[in-house]
């Protein structure tokens, strides 16, 4: 009885394993995009500037996409589809049931002639936070004002520019709301389509982001100029390295200071130690090469400066 109940548990375990690979495997980018859905507006095809051209850019991209009936006209929203993972202790399999997700991103696509109207009458801002009250607090909202600048063109003095600027920027400071001046199809379409790769993106970049900010190092992206060290193999090079990343620090100033100090720990100590901290490394001489008309010179009193400033300074804000 008991060695059924072990293999049942071993065999549900390695299921869970399986179920959350398959959860980090479709936030990746390159297949998180296969699980997002755009949903536009019906309205917006009805708007001379958008028509069908919107989703001409989304369908040669791969972008799905679905026209419908928004709660707000003229708008464009995001659903992700997500593998809801089941387990059945009954007959110990993994069963997959597909749940819709709607991102917390709205674009509203205003008409330049919607926009010109609600500037003349002073409530653009009125009428952005009326959208907002139907969502909850995280939302993020952007409008896209379509053919403003063509408009404008065949309409001269329909509004003032002050006016204009006036009202975007009440809707940013008051509302939150950012805002984009479009003038073509292609161009709304390509909007549609960078939003929909950054929103479907986040999951993954979120996660990457909190992973590193547990972590008490710096990971880089790449091994450029990395040290290995092992066994206390290298640890030389790698001192030599850090100092070398300082500003103004070259190779013969970098073998100079190590010459005198081998290790961080001892500079750091001679600086403790000294009564003229920053002067410490000033008369240390740089040979600049062999031979008989090789020169010398010194580190100096501002690079000394500095190179203390780094080591000694307990100040975070303090530029070096």
């Known amino acids: 009885m008991s060695s059924n109940i072990d293999k049942n548990k071993k065999k549900l375990d390695r299921l869970e394993k399986q179920a959350l690979g398959e959860n980090q495997r479709i936030i990746k980018p390159g297949e998180c995009m296969k699980y997002m859905t755009v949903e536009i507006d019906s309205g917006c ?28 006209q003229h708008s464009v929203i995001w659903k992700r589809t997500l593998p809801q993972n089941l387990i059945s202790s009954s007959q110990n399999e993994l069963q997959l049931s597909e749940k819709i997700v709607q991102e917390k991103v709205l674009l509203l696509l205003m008409p330049a002639k919607d926009f010109i109207q609600h500037v003349k009458s002073k409530s653009l801002l009125n009428e952005i936070k009326t959208i907002q009250q139907m969502f909850s607090s995280d939302y993020t909202f952007e409008l896209m004002i379509c053919g403003l600048k063509s408009y404008c063109t065949r ?28 003038e073509s199809s292609e161009e709304v379409g390509q909007v549609i389509q960078q939003y929909t790769k950054s929103i479907a993106e986040r999951p993954y970049k979120e996660q990457k982001a909190e992973k590193y900010e547990k972590e008490n190092f710096y990971l880089g992206n790449d091994s450029k100029d990395c040290v290995r060290v092992q066994n206390g193999i290298g640890l030389s090079r790698l001192w030599q390295q850090q100092l070398i990343k300082l500003p103004n620090v070259t190779l013969e100033i970098a073998e100079a200071i190590i010459s005198k100090y081998p290790m961080p720990i001892l500079l750091v100590e001679a600086l403790e130690k000294s009564d003229s901290k920053e002067t410490l490394l000033a008369d240390l001489s740089i040979r600049r090469a062999g031979g008989p008309l090789t020169t010398n010179r010194r580190i100096g009193n501002e690079l000394s400066r500095k190179i203390c400033n780094l080591f000694m300074n307990e100040d975070p804000s303090s530029n070096i």
């Open 155 to 182: 309409n001269r003095g329909a509004v003032g520019r002050t006016e204009s600027e006036f009202a975007l920027s009440e809707i940013q400071l008051q509302a939150n709301c950012c805002h984009r001046l479009l």
């Open 45 to 72: 095809l009805s708007v001379e500037l958008l028509g069908t051209s919107i989703t001409s850019v989304l369908a040669t991209n791969q972008i799905q996409y679905k026209i419908r009936s928004n709660l707000i």
